[in-house]
């Protein structure tokens, strides 16, 4: 038997008034993923584990089994991996936003206006070049994301930071990084960062780069620190089971490389509703011919809720539903194939940030007998015979494990 899981990131969402107290789901016209629970058995899944930070990377380890609560290394080090960037043992590797802030101390844009690829790989070679040393390294990644890597025992990962995303429009003074235990590490790294910082500051107000920008990047910002991952294989973890992994973000790639999953990139996936739909379908059957597992990763419908936009939702949905799951579903009828379908978290339109309520979840296919749930929805879901579902209890139903 194989096995698919089509991710539709951010999907859940809460009952809206403008929708007839419906959520986007709900409303949306969407009939293959109420095939999936037609024919299959529906449940609810918890994606996020209390006292880790609410993101896709944690949601979607968790979605494959890989327990985030014990796992978890930090965003910096899976995407790390992702570009490539051997860390050694000791090296803590940093998420390292190129941001906004105006001359009052206020975090203004967390992307620093969605800054030029061309532009923030410039400016980090710039850093790398005026700052980068035995001690501290940059790197440049795609856009504001981009990565810094503190080497040597002197630094430690037991720093609290803010998330800049969750933090614009506050003062910088209230968003300090903080030492997380008593040791001397944590403190010099809290003392090295914050020095760094402010001359990294002063070089880039001064950049050629930064003039006459709207949003120019004045500021580095460290966050989400760890040591280099140490995830057990996928294959391992299920039976000899080979996966594959299909997304347009580098922080999926990444959890894929650091479970030793195949990394499979389609040209003109984008992340967003203009992506390669047709592209990702043809790699996951592809893909599925020479694996036991794809995991089929979407991330248009995450963004649409995070701007706002209900009818941007309701169309990434739909997109979801007639440019993927269908025509995944149509090219397999008949096989040996078992899907799972479910959202790595909620992202409710009015709150235009992650929850952690549990996600509803579909599974069909190769021996499963449908229960009563006639359509997929956040409302129908936990009425299903799948039951809540925690840990690695999902992708292992899905893997028939
Ligand atoms: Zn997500």
Known sequence: MKSLIFLADGMADHPLAELGNRTPLEAANTPAMDAIAARGINGTFLTLPEGLPTSSDVANMSVLGFFPERNYPGRGPIEAVSQGIA??????????????????GILLDYSAGHIDNGVAAQLMADLQ????????TFHSGVSYRNLLVLHGREFSRNVDY???DSSQDMPVTELRLTPLDDSSEAAHTVRFLEELGSRAHEFLVRHPLNRNQASP?????PWSPGYRPELPA????????????????????GLGKCTGMTVVDVPGATGFLDTNYAGKVAAALAALRDHDFVYLHVEAIDECSHLGDLKLKLRAIEDFDAKIVAPVLQALEGQDVRFGLLPDHPVPIELRRHTTTPVPVAVCGSGIEADSVMHY???????????????????KRVLGL
């Open 87 to 104: 860390l050694g043992p000791e090296d803590v590797a940093w998420r390292c936003n190129l941001v906004t802030v105006s001359p009052e």
């Open 129 to 136: 070049r005026e700052f980068g040393d035995d001690r501290v």
């Open 162 to 164: 803010h998330k800049p």
């Open 217 to 221: 990047a004045t500021d580095i910002w």
């Open 234 to 253: 996928f294959s391992e973890r299920y039976a000899g089971k080979k996966g594959a992994i299909i997304s347009a973000v580098d922080v999926i790639k």
């Open 377 to 395: 929805s956040e409302r129908l879901a936990p009425g299903g015979k799948l039951g809540f579902l925690k840990g690695d209890e999902l992708v």
